[in-house]
């Protein structure tokens, strides 16, 4: 689906490639309006700053989030709580289909996000109960176990839709919804310490891997995006 993006930015600027001044435009910057740019996405807070020219604009910024967001109950036992985080750099294609692009109306967006993005869980071995040839063991000493995501750099492509609405000739809204891809791909694990683990515990975190792996490593994944920003002119 992401092949067609390079498709769709050459169509939706066709029109200005044939302006002499395009390229004047798009490199000096200090004669295109610009604005200061706060919003907030599923990758959390976004800082950054815009330029536009003509129909289009060029978004640059830096996003960040570290929260827990659900909990993730491993072999329908005790629940634990399932923490996420993300940082990275976000840059983005504008077009709007109004002028001037102060006015309120419909955009279209081609966005790379390029962050380290990480789901963790610390499981308490300790108080997971056991069943061996129909006899119920625990395991009191057994260590902590953390499983997370790997955080490898990840490109996030993402195509949305949205609508900006101008307040005054100072301040825009923007809200857009779409779609974005994410590949994850790996796990890793550990334990708290290095003690040797019963063979009943070991097929236990084992078991609990592979529940963990079904949750979150589809390789492909189409995910849906919405996204809000407030930009301020200077």
Known sequence: MFKIFPFLLFFFSISDLFNPS???QIFNFKKNLQTYDLGFSEKGIYVG???????NSLEFGLNYIDTQIGEFKPLSQDSEQ???SSNGISLAYLRYLNLPVTNSGPFLKLKLDINSLNFNTKIKIS??????????????SCPDLTISTDDSIKYIPSFLLG???????????NLGVGVQYLNINKIDWKLSDNSLLPAFANEKINQIL???????????????LLEFKIAYRF
């Not at 700053?49 to 129909?55: C, E, M, V």
């Not at 529940?211 to 490593?217: A, G, H, K, P």
């Open 22 to 24: 395009f390229g004047e």
């Open 49 to 55: 700053k815009a330029y536009y020219f003509n129909k």
């Open 82 to 84: 399932l923490k996420y």
């Open 127 to 140: 108080e997971h109960i056991y069943s061996s040839d129909n006899i119920i063991l625990t395991c009191r």
């Open 163 to 173: 609508w900006s609405h101008s307040f005054d000739n100072d301040i825009l809204l």
């Open 210 to 224: 592979y529940d963990y792996e079904n949750t979150f490593l589809d390789k492909y994944k189409i995910l849906p």
